[in-house]
């Protein structure tokens, strides 16, 4: 049976967008009690309910959880999930995995098969093209249809949600100041997510780890050859004295610039990069990373949606848990 009116039937009524509507339904601090006023008043008048199908097959749990992987070829995403069905088991809980594989479009069919009511809650990181658009409204649905959600590690987004993420910021600041401590002032940074929140996250601790130096040596960008020239100029021609690289592709392209150019590292040049310990701890030189506890990360995100499942969070009130990263010193960083 479909209701009278839809989200999106709401939302035109009122010239405004889906989301505007789903956050005014859901008591939202980000809206005007005046806008939250017409969005309710609307609503009421035209009967406005949300899928009685989904609302009904949620009055009973089903024991399952789907959980949305943007990028299964990255190690840490697979760490996260052993956390989430480790912690899932101990709950006789399922665990039915998605991959958008960081399009937009597959998390949007995603989400419309979890809206169904095949699942208890929803776990889902953010796609990097979703967060490029800043197109939301997908994931609005899903709490229009009062199915818990938690966001985890790109959390950086927001939406009305529990989360559960790491200091990103705070761990680039923290390892931008550790060179700044061994008396180091070309302390460069490289980037190739600088387009999505934890990457802007990242770059910002940097920023105020470096705000009393008049330059900054920055570089992004979402390609691999123009990120490596990049990275070429940053070693070689600015003759930085450490680099601080915020993800996997600027990290191993710095290693491969540095042994191209003849770069000695640490001798050199020191480095630190958001990169797996199954990868760092193998390179040669051993790369110094900063350690995101991806297993740590899953487990406490299935334990907060078990515990918004149960009840013991307030209605309208969200959870934001950081986990504090560990900085691992390894050949990279030897002074």
Do not use: W
């Amino acid at each position: 049976m479909k209701s009278k009116i839809t989200l999106k039937e709401l939302a035109k009524l009122l010239n405004v967008s889906v989301s505007t509507v789903s956050k005014a339904l859901h008591d939202s601090p980000e809206i005007s009690p005046k806008t939250a006023e017409r969005v309710k008043e609307l609503a009421k008048l035209h009967n406005y309910r949300p899928n009685p199908v989904a609302v009904n097959l949620k009055k009973s749990k089903t024991g399952t959880i789907g959980v949305v992987i943007p990028n299964i070829s990255n190690s840490f995403f697979a760490r996260v999930l052993s956390g989430m069905e480790a912690e899932a088991q101990k709950h006789d809980q399922q665990v039915i995995t998605y991959i958008s594989n960081e399009s937009l479009e597959r998390e949007k069919q995603i989400c419309d098969l979890l809206t169904s009511g095949m699942v208890d809650g929803v776990l889902i990181a953010v796609s990097e093209e979703t967060q490029k658009k800043q197109a939301y409204d997908h994931l609005y649905a899903l709490l229009d249809y009062d199915i818990p959600v938690v966001i985890y590690d790109r959390i950086n987004l927001g939406l009305p949600a529990d989360k559960i993420g790491v200091d990103d910021e705070k761990s680039f600041y923290e390892a931008t100041q550790f060179f700044r401590t061994k008396g180091l002032h070309k302390v460069g940074l490289a980037s190739a997510i600088h387009h999505v929140g934890i990457g802007q996250l990242r770059i910002k601790g940097y920023e105020q780890a470096m705000q009393d130096e008049e330059d900054l040596h920055m570089v992004t960008s979402t390609k691999p050859v123009d990120l490596k020239n990049k990275i070429r100029d940053l070693i070689v021609s600015e003759k930085i004295e450490a680099l601080l690289c915020t993800d996997f592709e600027s990290a191993i392209l710095a290693t491969r610039v540095a042994y191209e150019e003849n770069i000695k590292i640490p001798e050199d040049l020191k480095l630190i990069g958001y990169i797996s310990r199954e990868v760092a701890q193998y390179l040669t030189p051993s790369i110094s990373y900063i350690e995101q506890h991806p297993r740590e990360l899953g487990i406490k995100a299935v334990e907060v949606l078990n515990n918004r499942l149960d009840g013991k969070y307030k209605t309208g009130e969200f959870e934001e848990k950081i986990i504090a990263t560990t900085l691992v010193h390894l050949e990279s960083t030897g002074f």
